[in-house]
């Protein structure tokens, strides 16, 4: 026991004289830079051309090759999709074993196979590595091509195409690059309905022969695996594969806009503005400037903390999160983009706010804090993927592609500890300047377009040009005028009349809906009831499963789904109350207010406000209702839910839309109505 309290003793007395030699008013230096010994892959190059890099790595008896075919940039003109249809169709059997045969076999094989017109992928058990290359050699040099397939590939693009017409996000995917390349550049062209509808069975066949082609390619290959059994797979599947190289296309100049100036998108429907600030970036991952930059971009707007973030998302609300990103060119220039999307009434404040933070990393040295942040954030991430051994041939590969120092990863930890603050203020007046950027915003003219107008950055006004949904530069969206006179009962009135007139709208005490949206995992159906005195219960089921039952009746509201059931209580009763609405046109119309007109697609709109949180939208000229939009608090940020209203059939002397277009999983799914039935529905529904 003695000896026990003098060991604590003095254990006591050495722990206190350490703590009392720290002195906690000095940061901890820093101990030295860690080097990371990547090794170097097993190499050699067939006949072909083909480049192969090995890493044995037998921790688990895994394989996995990955195929670069290296191929430059592909402009496809007026068969733009063909492409994408082509990598869509390869990989699916071979001339020699059907879709369905091939993939029980890589099945059996718990296997992971995938071909590309890039090239692709394969992976699984060591034990089968045979097996694995015999598969997707077969698939990747005897494709099976087919005018079934292909035409299935089509309505699947187009559909795809159809599906986000009214979508800003989908619309702005696409716009940024064809302003900032131009739409006759790889990098800027877009596919169409016309364009996809172009491409034949013998494009896709000569697009795979063009450019299916090893000569400029890589194949990787990581796992349990020896070095020369590897060479003699590689030889033995890949040998016979004839040398060739993609062709190169002749790329038109780049240049960013004389000065800065804003592209507008008007999409009427649009609930936010999808906001983006872009430039063209000089950036090579080769130049001296790139350590320098990647800090640079995690400081302004690459991570959650970033100035652009803090200000836009925690300072000011006005979005989710805001990013921002410097691209590096090999074949061509790559972009700078700041991005976010914002609320349409903060539109041009979001603006201001991100030349602020422009501004301020160009003048204004960052923290010795932030700067260490960043720097730790890359050294973590690097020093983590450098763990895999997939990483040493990637990363010897990405040395050749981009023409960069042997030694640029071994030393990637050092070059990034050397960036200075002074350094991050150089290269952010070197690569971020505020006098050429193309800000280019997708949303609601009516609700931003003024503002924007009238707003100034860094003292001046911006232009502001306008563009269609398919980046072709068009007139400045027009300004609806309300006729002299016309009420929101005037509106609701004329809906009346379009869906059959006030005594057979008198008559109808119920309704009830049964709709279906068809996905590839099987039939979405929608079960709607509705009936006075503001009843509904609305269901959506897949696979016999209820994904979502809600409930309101008699100043109650309920939801339930996978997750368990809700009472509904405030805001959210008030919502859910003001959506089971019956009717509201002809048994609320007291409660209307018309809030203005605008354009819905190409169609002028009259716009009836029921509550703070809903808007009905009704067409001028057949005043047949289109769509409805409910708004509601998530998170701390409004989200407004669209729901569309389409080809109006009668039943029992009423018109219902027997298309409803519905916002659920961030894609616009049409259900289509199979049955209407009026006044059939029971008190017991509603429970």
Do not use: C
């Amino acid at each position: 026991m003695k000896k026990q309290l003098i060991f604590l003793m003095v254990l006591f007395l050495t722990g206190a004289t350490a703590i009392a030699q720290i002195d906690r008013s000095q940061m901890p230096t820093s101990g030295p830079t860690p080097e990371i010994n990547l090794g170097k892959p097993y190499t050699f190059e067939l006949k072909n051309g083909l480049q192969v890099l090995v890493v044995s790595d037998k921790k688990l008896p895994t394989l996995n090759m990955s195929l670069d075919l290296n191929n430059p940039p592909v402009f496809e003109g007026d068969k733009a999709g063909v492409q994408s249809l082509t990598g869509a169709l390869i990989g699916k059997g071979s001339t020699e074993t059907s879709k369905e045969e091939f993939n029980e076999k890589v099945d059996y094989l718990g296997a992971n196979i995938f071909v590309g017109v890039n090239g692709g992928f394969a992976g699984g058990l060591s034990k089968y590595k045979e097996e694995i290359f015999q598969l997707f050699t077969e698939a990747a040099f005897k494709p099976n091509f087919t005018q079934k397939e292909l035409d299935f590939e089509k309505s699947q693009a187009i559909e795809g195409l159809k599906s986000g017409e009214n979508s800003a996000a989908a619309i702005a995917g696409k716009v940024r690059s064809a302003l900032v390349y131009g739409k006759n550049h790889p990098a800027g062209e877009f596919s169409t309905e016309e364009t996809i509808n172009s491409v034949t069975l013998e494009d896709v066949n000569a697009f795979y022969t063009n450019y299916f082609k090893p000569s400029n390619g890589y194949l990787i290959i990581t796992g349990d695996i020896e070095k020369k059994e590897a060479k003699k797979l590689v030889k033995k599947y890949f040998g016979k594969w004839d040398k060739g190289m993609a062709p190169k296309p002749v790329l038109p100049e780049l240049a960013d806009v004389e000065e800065t100036q804003i592209n507008l998108i008007d999409v009427p429907n649009a609930v936010q503005t999808e906001l983006a600030v872009m430039s063209l970036s000089e950036l090579k991952m080769s130049d001296p400037d790139y350590y320098a930059v990647l800090v640079a971009n995690y400081v302004f707007g690459g991570s959650f903390g970033s100035y652009l973030n803090m200000n836009l998302r925690e300072a000011n609300g006005y979005t989710y999160g805001a990013r921002s990103n410097i691209g590096t060119g090999r074949n061509y220039k790559g972009t700078f983009s700041a991005t976010a999307k914002v609320r349409n009434e903060v539109t041009d404040s979001a603006l201001v706010e991100t030349f602020k933070e422009l501004n301020r990393i160009r003048d204004e040295y960052v923290e010795d804090e932030m700067l260490s942040t960043a720097k730790a954030k890359f050294l973590g991430s690097f020093i983590m993927q450098s763990e895999d051994k997939s990483v040493v041939a990637s990363r010897s590969i990405n040395i050749e592609k981009n023409d960069l120092d042997k030694d640029f990863y071994k030393n990637f930890i050092s070059n990034i500890d050397k960036v200075t603050k002074e350094d991050v203020k150089r290269v952010a007046n070197k690569y971020l300047s505020p006098d050429n950027l193309r800000i280019v915003l997708v949303g609601k003219a009516a609700d931003i377009l003024e503002p924007l107008e009238k707003m100034k950055l860094n003292g001046k006004t911006v232009p502001v040009k306008f563009y269609d949904k398919d980046a072709n530069e068009t007139e400045r969206p027009s300004t609806i005028e309300i006729p002299a006179g016309l009420t929101a009962q005037t509106v609701v009135d004329s809906y009346v009349k379009a869906i059959g007139g006030k005594d057979a709208v008198a008559a109808v005490n119920s309704t009830s809906y049964f709709a279906i949206y068809t996905t590839p995992q099987g039939d979405l159906i929608l079960d709607m009831k509705a009936a006075k005195n503001d009843k509904l219960v609305k269901t959506i089921k897949m696979a016999g499963n209820t994904m979502m039952r809600q409930v309101v009746a008699n100043n109650k509201a309920s939801v339930s789904g996978m997750g368990g059931s809700q009472e509904l209580s405030g805001a959210d009763l008030e919502l859910a109350q003001v959506e089971a609405m019956f009717i509201p046109e002809f048994y609320s119309a007291d409660k209307a207010t018309l809030a203005g007109a605008e354009m819905m697609g190409d169609n002028q709109v009259y716009v009836i406000k029921w509550s703070d949180n809903k808007k009905a939208f009704y067409d001028v000229n057949t005043g047949l209702k289109v769509a409805e939009e409910t708004t509601q608090e998530a998170q701390g940020q409004k989200v407004a839910v669209m729901i569309k209203y389409s080809d109006y059939k009668e039943t029992s002397g009423v018109k219902f839309p027997m298309t409803i277009t519905q916002q659920m999983m961030g894609q616009n799914l049409a259900f289509k109505v199979e049955k209407v039935s009026v006044n059939t529905v029971k008190d017991a529904d509603f429970k």
